[in-house]
C-alpha cells in the first residue's frame, strides 16, 4: 500500500559519464513507482514547488509522505 519515490536535485548530464548516470536511474525506476530529476522538471531543491510536484505525481497529501 506504500508508494515510493526517489526526488533527485541533479543537472542534465553531458560528460562521457553520462551512461553510468542513466544506468543508475534506469535502476532505480526498477525500484521505485516515481523517480523525479530535478534537472527534467525546472525546479531544483529546497524550492518548495519541487515537493508539490511530487505530492501532486504521487497523488499524496503532505501529511501522508
Known sequence: G???C???NNWVDDSSGRFLTAA???RLRNH???VLES???GIAKPDPGI???A???LQAQPHEV
Do not use: G, P, Q
Request: charged share 20%; aromatic share 20%; net charge neutral.
Open 6 to 8: 526517489v526526488l533527485t
Open 32 to 34: 521505485f513507482d516515481l
Open 51 to 53: 515537493y508539490s510536484y
Open 2 to 4: 506504500f508508494k515510493t
Open 24 to 26: 543508475i536511474l534506469a
Open 39 to 41: 534537472c527534467r522538471m
Open 55 to 57: 505530492l501532486e505525481a
